[in-house]
């Protein structure tokens, strides 16, 4: 069974950097999807970004396109670089696994979740 642990959120300035990592331990699912979701205070879980498996594709949602950067670091990590953030950035981050070869936005398309990591942006 695979579990996903998120590491690298904290806290920083609005304008800084962050870099978040998903390390996936036991069976991996090499030909999936991995996507990034966050969940603001007392809002819904919303889209951040997925990559394919190969990393030759990947979506972004629209509040984070140049600004945050998944990348597949290896055959069990998966990144995501956010520059220039901002206070409504704030949120839990999520890293998942889809249940598609291809990216997607949409929540129900992954099935395996890490437990999050929290992210604050002070302004």
């Known amino acids: 069974q695979v579990q996903l642990v998120e590491s690298g959120g904290g806290l920083v300035q609005a304008g800084g950097s962050l870099r978040l990592s998903c390390a996936a331990s036991g069976r991996t699912f090499n030909t999936f999807a991995m996507g990034w979701f966050r969940q603001p205070p007392e809002k819904e879980r919303e889209f951040v970004a997925a990559?394919?498996?190969?990393?030759?594709?990947k979506l972004y949602g629209d509040s984070v396109k140049g600004r945050f950067t998944i990348s597949r670091d290896n055959d069990k990590t998966v990144s995501l670089q956010m520059n220039s953030l901002k206070p409504e950035d704030t949120a839990i981050y999520y890293c998942a696994i889809s249940k598609l070869t291809l990216p997607t936005t949409g929540l129900y398309d992954y099935n395996v979740w890490g437990q999050g990591t929290q992210v604050t942006v002070s302004s």
């Open positions: 990559i394919r498996w190969s990393g030759s594709s």
